[in-house]
T-cell receptor, first 116, second 113 residues
Framework: NAGVTQTPKFRVLKTGQSMTLLCAQD?????MYWYRQDPGMGLRLIHY???????AKGEVPDGYNVSRLKKQNFLLGLESAAPSQTSVYFC???????????????FGPGTRLLVL | GESVGLHLPTLSVQEGDNSIINCAYS??????FIWYKQESGKGPQFIID?????DKRQGQRVTVLLNKTVKHLSLQIAATQPGDSAVYFC????????????FGSGTRLQVQP
């Protein structure tokens, strides 16, 4: 299993450009998440999905859109990139919670985005 | 390259010593906590977790302690090795139905050989 993969690994955008980040998982997980990581701030949740065809807003959703057309893929879109969106983006996936086992999220390697 | 910035609190220990990394969580209603390790240029990796009905849990070379009274978590690493050098994050769940995690800002552990 490849686990969680992300493409691209690195991208430079100009302000106002658009792009889509792709996340794929081969573990048949129901839940998928997009986070951004900024210096000194840990990871913050942008959007998440609890199953194919569903999406929901996280802590910092403004300026981003997502889609979950297939269970294994979760796309993050930036319609009009801004310098404030310069960050490292991480995708994660997890099983549905089954007590008493604890849930874990499996993370991808990250996408580094620079918006000029 | 580095995944996190330069202003994280840093813990520097000698190889072979024990390390203790602390975390204060924000929500007294949180019922599940996880410690992650993040090496440079990689995504976070699960280390150990603990539920709010426990105050201690042990893994291989790692122990997590939970003090709900003061909303404090700690991660203890025994016999720290150079491969333990990384940034360590604690995370808490605010809403178990949503399964989303809230992360702390992280602590950088540097192991001196």
């Amino acid at each position: 299993n490849a686990g969680v993969t992300q493409t691209p690994k690195f991208r430079v955008l100009k302000t106002g450009q658009s792009m889509t980040l792709l996340c794929a998982q081969d573990m048949n997980h129901e839940y998928m998440y997009w986070y951004r990581q900024d210096p000194g701030m840990g990871l913050r949740l942008i959007h998440y999905s609890v199953g194919e065809g569903t999406t929901a807003k996280g802590e910092v959703p403004d300026g981003y859109n997502v889609s979950r057309l297939k269970k294994q893929n979760f796309l993050l879109g930036l319609e009009s990139a801004a310098p404030s969106q310069t960050s490292v983006y991480f995708c994660a996936s997890s099983y549905q919670f089954v007590p008493p086992r604890a849930e874990t999220q499996y993370f991808g390697p990250g996408t580094r985005l620079l918006v000029l | 390259g580095e995944s996190v910035g330069l202003h994280l609190p840093t813990l520097s220990v000698q190889e072979g010593d024990n390390s203790i990394i602390n975390c204060a969580y924000s929500n007294s209603a949180s019922d599940y906590f996880i410690w992650y390790k993040q090496e440079s240029g990689k995504g976070p990796q699960f280390i150990i977790d603990i539920r709010s009905n426990m105050d201690k849990r042990q893994g291989q070379r790692v122990t997590v302690l939970l003090n709900k009274t003061v909303k404090h978590l700690s991660l203890q690493i025994a016999a720290t090795q150079p491969g333990d050098s990384a940034v360590y994050f604690c995370a808490e769940t605010l809403d178990t139905g949503r399964r989303a995690l809230t992360f702390g800002s992280g602590t950088r552990l540097q192991v001196q050989p």
